[in-house]
């Protein structure tokens, strides 16, 4: 770790960034591994390393090794600085580097939407929503301030593996379930089944896109007093329900169909 937060704040102040920005971003793109891959695209292709290059990314920033930190980190460093320079601001940058340029041009230009997951992980990294920083505009700071060591916040990210996570207990719907469901996850450890949960919507990310989802808590007999936990995504049809659990499985994911019962939904 210590070898990665010098790469880490070498390549900060080398480009301008604050390190509390660059730390929390490449967070949450690798959890600070260098080998990491991320899951398969529509294209087929695979983010790729510590900094999550795509090929095509890598290639064109003269990236050769995308799993080398050494190299990949002080890359990564210089094409935020590029994008807070086309966007005006760190938290557009950052929706760049996740959604893509083009992408956040549109959104912009109200030509498209916004990807839920760009949406979140925007506000784990800044504390900002990606609209407050298009308010912002270049007249605004950028409002990442802190001022911290790369190895003390490594430690407090560490405790908080996830601010993703926090963002995905506000999601949780507080209301009544939908009529059906598709339950991705289960277990008897609230943490541990949303923390699976959290796993699946980033790899099925265009699948779940825009779909919170939903805690049901019961009671198992056979176990005492335990709380089981399930998350589901909420559908208003059997067959909408049908549908989605199809297309996840398609693509190698597990899941199933089950009707949903009134005041079951768990309050975060």
Not at 64 to 82: G, I, Q, R, T
Request: hydrophobic fraction near 40%.
């Amino acid at each position: 770790m210590d070898s990665i937060c010098l790469i880490l704040e070498s390549a900060a102040e080398a480009n301008g960034l604050p390190l509390s920005f660059f730390a929390r971003l490449i967070w949450q793109e690798s959890r600070f591994r260098p080998h990491i891959v991320g899951p398969m695209t529509r294209r087929g292709h695979r983010a790729q390393g510590i900094a999550q290059f795509m090929p095509y990314t890598a290639e064109e920033r003269g990236l050769l090794d995308p799993f080398d930190p050494v190299a990949a980190l002080p890359k990564s460093a210089e094409f935020l600085a590029e994008l807070r320079e086309s966007f005006g601001n760190l938290g557009l940058a950052a929706a760049a580097y996740n959604a893509g340029p083009r992408r956040v041009r549109d959104w912009l230009s109200g030509k498209s939407s916004l990807p839920g997951e760009t949406q979140r992980y925007v506000r784990a990294i800044t504390g900002l929503s990606a609209e407050d920083w298009a308010a912002a505009g270049r007249s605004g700071k950028d409002g990442i301030a802190e001022k911290t060591s790369c190895a003390t916040l490594a430690a407090l990210l560490k405790e908080e593996p996830t601010m993703f996570m926090g963002e995905l207990e506000r999601r949780v719907r507080e209301g009544a379930a939908r009529p059906w469901g598709v339950q991705l996850s289960a277990g008897f450890s609230r943490q541990k089944v949303l923390a699976s949960y959290a796993a699946i919507e980033r790899r099925f990310r265009t699948e779940l896109d825009g779909r919170d989802p939903m805690i049901i808590r019961s009671l198992l007999r056979s176990r005492g007093s335990s709380a089981f936990y399930q998350v589901r995504v909420g559908a208003e049809t059997r067959v909408a329900a049908t549908a989605l659990c199809a297309s996840l499985s398609k693509k190698g994911g597990a899941c199933m169909v089950l009707r949903n019962s009134r005041g079951v939904t768990e309050t975060p």
